[in-house]
């Protein structure tokens, strides 16, 4: 994929220069950063033009570093059956994009989830809104400075871990064998206890039930 992706590049860098960086290999898939101001047009170039066919946007996927965000397009060519991955680069106080839904229908829905994930503002959009969370959540759940909230309208976020509970059981279990060990009582002793302990458990039903009306 590494000489597919140099060769792509290096004929875009014939009509766009320097808006066209340098191929990176850091990454089990090759990829090169293209200048966002150009990211229309070349995406344009890519799926129209016979030496790409890029005609399916494969995704796009967003990145925070903790240093700057950047976005990733795959694009897959039916015609050729070959990918090519580019990057947008985006620092944390200029997250304006231009929107390439008018070039790859499927890009409207992603850049909706990367609006609504990371906050990249995608300009040109004909419907920028939160895909997967309510629109009047706040923030923006994949960013590294993201902070949850401790509940939305009312709602505890705080869910207790169903694994606890059965490990609460299985502590009682473990007291209740060395106790009988302390007592000398025998195996067959603490197999009746643990009858008891058993019969006395919730079921899944009956815990959803208790959860149910807890909340």
């Known amino acids: 994929m590494e000489?597919?992706?140099?060769?792509?590049?290096?004929?875009?860098?014939?009509?766009?220069?320097?808006?066209?960086?340098?191929?990176?290999?850091?990454?089990?898939?090759?990829?090169?950063?293209?200048?966002?101001?150009a990211l229309v047009e070349v995406s344009q170039k890519l799926k129209n033009?016979?030496?790409?066919?890029?005609?399916?946007?494969?995704?796009?996927?967003?990145?925070?570093?903790?240093?700057?965000?950047?976005?990733?397009?795959?694009?897959?060519?039916?015609?050729?059956?070959?990918?090519?991955?580019?990057?947008?680069?985006?620092p944390y106080d200029d997250v304006d994009i231009p929107s390439v839904s008018s070039v790859w229908a499927a890009a409207n829905w992603h850049e909706r989830e990367q609006f609504d994930l990371f906050g990249f503002n995608f300009s040109g959009h004909p419907d920028l809104r939160r895909i997967?969370?309510?629109?009047?959540?706040?923030?923006?759940?994949?960013?590294?400075?993201?902070?949850?909230?401790?509940?939305?309208?009312?709602?505890?976020?705080?869910r207790p871990d169903p694994k606890d509970q059965y490990k609460a059981w299985d502590d009682l279990r473990l007291k209740a064998k060395e106790k009988k060990e302390e007592e000398g009582s025998g195996e067959e002793a603490f197999e009746e206890a643990d009858t008891e302990v058993t019969e006395t458990e919730p079921s899944d039903e009956e815990a959803t039930s208790e959860e149910e009306v807890k909340e």
């Open 3 to 37: 000489s597919a992706t140099s060769e792509k590049a290096e004929l875009l860098r014939t009509t766009f220069g320097d808006k066209i960086g340098e191929v990176h290999t850091d990454n089990p898939d090759a990829y090169v950063y293209v200048d966002k101001e």
């Open 49 to 90: 033009d016979d030496n790409f066919s890029f005609d399916y946007l494969m995704s796009i996927s967003g990145v925070d570093t903790e240093e700057e965000l950047f976005l990733v397009y795959h694009l897959f060519s039916y015609k050729h059956r070959n990918e090519f991955v580019m990057r947008i680069k985006a």
């Open 132 to 158: 997967l969370l309510p629109e009047d959540w706040v923030g923006h759940p994949l960013r590294k400075d993201y902070e949850y909230p401790e509940e939305y309208h009312g709602i505890d976020h705080h």
